[in-house]
């Protein structure tokens, strides 16, 4: 199964001014403001901490799971700063 997975997600190696490159997209204050809206929404879509009416109990959890893995993943994608890839790294 590794190795399957291997296939699809190679080991990718980023030069230096890539990874700069990639610091300077993620702190645009555009990319920031839809990254927290999308969160904003994913949060949004879990509501109160209950089941909406006529959902199951397991149903809510399973979507309120798939809500937590993209809180953070946004998370992760909003903690990159430009001093994550400073040229002396």
């Known amino acids: ?3 399957s ?3 699809i997600f ?5 030069s ?10 993620m702190n645009s204050p555009l990319i920031r403001k839809y ?7 994913a ?17 809510y959890l399973l979507k309120q799971a798939q809500v937590v893995g993209s809180l953070n993943t946004f998370r992760m994608l909003l903690s990159i700063e430009k001093s994550t890839f400073s040229k002396e790294s």
């Open 43 to 59: 949060l949004k879509d879990i509501g109160q901490g209950l089941p909406k009416e006529n959902e199951t109990a397991e149903a």
């Open 5 to 7: 997975l291997d296939s």
């Open 10 to 14: 190679p080991d990718l190696q980023f």
């Open 16 to 25: 230096t001014t890539e990874l700069i490159e990639i610091a300077n997209v």
């Open 1 to 3: 199964m590794n190795n």
């Open 35 to 41: 990254l927290t809206s999308c969160a904003a929404i």
